[in-house]
């Protein structure tokens, strides 16, 4: 067989599993999903699956990695020079720490989802964003209290730990206003409505 002729079969499956750059228009839902097809059935899933509206998984995802797969934290140094790991285990698209992603994939039963796969880390989203709701009363179209208790735990978010963290509220109000944002662009996207 001619070693070019699988080459489109292997792009197309890289492109299902996520990308270390981001789209090239973030600030545009329609964009992102036109660019990014798989993106908006991952989406879609998680929708059906968990009712987490788009929009709010977009902004979560906008705020947590700016929709790079292999999103990290930044690496701490000792006396400013000296390599000293990273600031916490938070990575991929969800920015999902080590712990809760064994909870996740052992409360799911998906024990091979990875949290650079778009559809995993939605999943994952939604599947937190539930456990919000039934903990804390978030609903699940509240892109600024969800993002609070995704930020600072379900525990830290019933002590109401984010309320001596105003950077964190300013992030919050910005979660709000892009899952506005993006609502309304999804709304009139010819990838959805089409």
Request: aromatic fraction near 10%.
């Amino acid at each position: 067989m001619n070693r070019f002729a699988l080459l489109p079969l292997v792009l197309a499956l890289g492109a299902c599993v996520g990308s270390a750059t981001p789209p090239r228009n973030v600030d545009n839902a329609c964009a992102i999903i036109e660019e990014r097809p798989y993106y908006l059935s991952a989406m879609q899933a998680t929708e059906a699956n968990w009712g987490v509206p788009i929009a709010v998984q977009m902004a979560t995802i906008y705020h947590e990695s700016s929709f790079v797969s292999n999103a990290r934290t930044p690496r701490r140094y000792a006396l400013g020079v000296i390599p000293a790991g990273r600031q916490s285990s938070a990575f991929g698209y969800s920015q999902a720490l080590d712990g809760t992603w064994d909870e996740y994939r052992d409360d799911t039963g998906r024990r091979f989802a990875r949290r650079t796969d778009i559809s995993d880390a939605t999943d994952f989203m939604g599947w937190y964003m539930n456990r919000s709701r039934e903990r804390n009363g978030i609903a699940l179209t509240d892109a600024r209290n969800q993002y609070l208790a995704y930020h600072e735990g379900h525990r830290g978010y019933s002590r109401g730990t984010y309320r001596n963290k105003a950077w964190l509220m300013r992030v919050a109000d910005r979660v709000e206003a892009r899952a506005a944002l993006y609502d309304r662009q999804l709304a009139s996207c010819t990838a959805i409505q089409g």
